[in-house]
T-cell receptor, first 113, second 115 residues
């Protein structure tokens, strides 16, 4: 069975400080993992993906995530938050043998000026 | 290259009615997936279509059905609408070679309200 747990429903950071959004997954198969961002009234946009290559994945807008199999984690980080980063972030797992995406419940990121 | 488009953007229906939502996939994509996103929740997988056939289904009742057309566009049909069907419905397309995995590109969604 596949599932995703996003450990924080809300995260607030000050502009210019680091961002950490936490995600743990459960998968019966070697999974692909993704982070998507959803800005208000806009579609989901892919930030980055892990598909069994390098464990440290770099994405768009300065975001990166590290796949840690021993911890079943795929946390999203960014060294310095920008006001435009305020949005809803979703961690997603997909078993490589299948075609479904399993979304977490989302983390709402607030960036304080 | 055009992205994924969905129509309509908003829709209001009453309980018991039927609704059809439409999705045009991104150019070059042959697989379409549909998701339901309730307010404050993550998207839930409804089903996926590949080469005009259903290719996986989530935990949704049979009154949720779909179609994929030869041009890879798709429809989501929901019969006997219930209040809990009120949600944002997202369509995503991807380029699938056989069953190998590829990134999904999402449309902006259709906001369905059931009164």
């Amino acid at each position: 069975a596949q599932s995703v747990t996003q450990l924080d429903s809300h995260v607030s950071v000050s502009e210019g400080t680091p961002v950490l959004l936490r995600c743990n997954y459960s998968s019966s198969y070697s999974p692909s993992l993704f982070w998507y961002v959803q800005h208000p009234n806009k579609g989901l946009q892919l930030l980055l993906k892990y598909t069994s290559a390098a464990t440290l994945v770099k994405g768009i807008n300065g975001f990166e995530a590290e796949f840690k199999k021993s911890e079943t984690s795929f946390h999203l980080t960014k060294p310095s938050a920008h006001m435009s980063d305020a949005a809803e972030y979703f961690c997603v797992v997909s078993p490589n043998t299948g075609n479904q995406f399993y979304f977490g419940t989302g983390t709402s990121l607030t960036v304080i000026p | 290259e055009t992205g994924v488009t969905q129509s309509p953007t908003h829709l209001i229906k009453t309980r018991g009615q039927q609704v059809t939502l439409r999705c045009s996939s991104q150019s070059g994509h042959n697989t379409v997936s549909w998701y339901q996103q309730a307010l404050g929740q993550g998207p839930q997988f409804i089903f996926q279509y590949y080469r005009e056939e259903e290719n996986g289904r989530g935990n949704f009742p049979p009154r949720f059905s779909g179609l994929q057309f030869p041009n890879y566009s798709s429809e989501l049909n929901v019969n006997a609408l219930e209040l809990d069907d009120s949600a944002l419905y997202l369509c995503a397309s991807s380029r699938s070679v056989g069953l190998s995995y590829n990134e999904q590109f999402f449309g902006p969604g259709t906001r369905l309200t059931v009164l």
